[in-house]
C-alpha cells in the first residue's frame, strides 16, 4: 500500500465526523481492512489475546465490541474459546466477520448507545480498536459493566494519546473511585502498527467489574 493511500484510509476513519460517515467509510473498507491492516503491522489483536488468555478461561462467555472483521475472534477461537458474541457499527465489517466461523451471534449494534443484550449475559468483554479518535465515547463503558458479570473482565486497547486525551483516564478512575470495577493489568507501551503511524503508542487495559 503507498504512502498517499495509507493517509487516505485512515483519514476517512478518523476524520469522520457523524456515525453515518464513519459506518460508511468501515463499509467500504471491509473487503480490504484485513490486508491493509497486515500491511500497516498491526498488533493490538494479537497483544490484546494474551491478556485474555492471562485472565479468562476458556469456557467463558465472550462480548467482541466493535469486532469488524473479526480479527479477534479468529484469535480467540484458535485458543479455544468457543461461545464468542460480535458486534459492530458496520454490516460490512459484519459480512465480512461472519464469514470466518468465529462468532457464534453476530449483530449490528453501536457502542454508546443502548445495547440489546440482557445485564451479566457475558463473562468478559474485548474491545480492540474501537475506543478510539472519532469512535466509540467513554460512555460505551456504561454498558460493557452492564452486560458483562460482576466478577468479569473487559480487555480493552486504547491510544495513549486517545487515553489521556478523551477523557478514558477520567472515566476510568470514575468507574474505580465509585466501586464500578478496578484496573488490574496493563500492557507495557508498544506501537499497535508497527509500519504504520510511528508516533502512535498504546496499551492493553485490563478491568475487572465489581463482585
Not at 33 to 39: A, C
Not at 83 to 99: C, E, K, N, P, Y
Not at 114 to 133: H, I, M, N, R
Amino acid at each position: 500500500m503507498s504512502e498517499q493511500k495509507r493517509a487516505d484510509v485512515l483519514e476517512r476513519v478518523y476524520g469522520a465526523t457523524t456515525q453515518q460517515d464513519l459506518e460508511k467509510a468501515y463499509d467500504d473498507w471491509a473487503e480490504q481492512y484485513d490486508s491493509d491492516l497486515f500491511k500497516f503491522g498491526y498488533l493490538f489483536p494479537s497483544v490484546a489475546a494474551g491478556y485474555v488468555a492471562r485472565h479468562v478461561p476458556p469456557n467463558a462467555k465472550l462480548v467482541d465490541a466493535g469486532a469488524g472483521t473479526g480479527l479477534m475472534g479468529r484469535i480467540l477461537v484458535a485458543m479455544d474459546y468457543p461461545d464468542i458474541t460480535a458486534f459492530d457499527l458496520s454490516q460490512g465489517m459484519l459480512d465480512v466477520a461472519s464469514r470466518t466461523g468465529a462468532y457464534t451471534r453476530l449483530d449490528r449494534q453501536v457502542l454508546g448507545e443502548p445495547l440489546k443484550y440482557e445485564t451479566d449475559e457475558f463473562d468478559a468483554c474485548v474491545c480492540v480498536g474501537t475506543f478510539t479518535e472519532g469512535h466509540a465515547p467513554t460512555s460505551g463503558y456504561d454498558e460493557i459493566a452492564r452486560i458483562v458479570k460482576p466478577g468479569g473482565y473487559f480487555i480493552v486497547t486504547i491510544r495513549e494519546d486517545v487515553y489521556l486525551g478523551s477523557g478514558f483516564k477520567d472515566k476510568e478512575q470514575e468507574m474505580e473511585k465509585a466501586g464500578t470495577m478496578k484496573l488490574i493489568d496493563r500492557s507495557q507501551q508498544f506501537r499497535p502498527f508497527t509500519e504504520a503511524e510511528p508516533n502512535i503508542v498504546g496499551h492493553v487495559y485490563v478491568y475487572q467489574f465489581a463482585k
